[in-house]
């Protein structure tokens, strides 16, 4: 039985934070463990509104930029990480927006507040032994020898050339041939780019499609499945989990890894930001810049490992 959930309201609030709720169920389509988890958000906002007295909604309209701030801070005093506050914040604008989109209240203030910047999350990736290891066992993870060279196929693509999972499964047959010295990808947004192919890259793809049974004429899905329709990611994603258990690497570790490590390691060969920026299809190149920060903390590790001193 859920445990109900209380709000620090007078009656004129609480009926407009059912028909919000109600909103959220009907227009929203929102789960009800989402909607329990927005109202547990606002319920604590609005008892430290005011926790001696109901609020109201000229409280809610009278509050001011220094007092959403306030709830933040005092929250992010109780160790609530900032996952956790971002999505707080994002419950209580949702019904702030909602009073004002309906009339009742508008208050722009919480429009000034952003929210918490959340922890930068490294990428993760492989070194170049792993990585090497990785193309060499995913073709015998698989259950049958074309599936296999498949496999092997889409890794050393990903590795080779730094695509994404999706960008390299919408590829068509005829987008990458024997002579093909580049290759244009369509990305995230729709925003195209060239990215160079190595010739291991359709050597690995011209193995497997000569063992395809299906067939493959120019302009259909290039990477198939067991029945012949266009592969599914998550196919790919289980034959990297049946690796990790065979080779012993992180339980994190994904076929997005492969992109990572294309990414980090030309950097530690010395190519240029900006080189890596296009490659990676990047808009920004903030997100590029992320790979810098990998290297400096696997350089710290090898340093810690390394030196003499860290031994004692």
Known sequence: MREEIKFNADEQLCKYINQWRDWLLKE?????????AYSRDLAIFLQKCSPDN????????????????????????QYIDKSSLSRELSSIRSFFKWLDVNGVMKNSAIGVI????????LPKALDVDDAFEVLNEVADVAKNKWLGLRDKAIFTLLYGCGLRISEALNLNVGDITADSEFLRIKGKGNKERIVPVLPIVWQSIDSYLQKNPYKHDIGTPLFVGDRGDRLSPRVVQRQMQKLRTRLGLVDTLTPH??????????????????SIQQLLGHSSLVTTQRYTDLQ??????????AHPLDKK
């Open 28 to 36: 929203r389509l929102y789960s009800q463990h989402t909607i329990d």
């Open 54 to 77: 109901r609020v109201d909604l000229s409280r809610l309209k009278g509050y001011e930029v220094t007092d959403f701030r306030r709830f933040l801070s005092e929250r992010a005093a």
């Open 114 to 121: 952003s929210s918490p910047r959340k922890a930068k999350i």
């Open 257 to 274: 890894a492969l992109r990572h490590s294309f990414a980090t390691q030309l950097l530690a060969e010395g190519v240029d930001l900006r």
């Open 296 to 305: 400096t903390e696997n350089l710290q590790k090898e340093y810690h490992r």
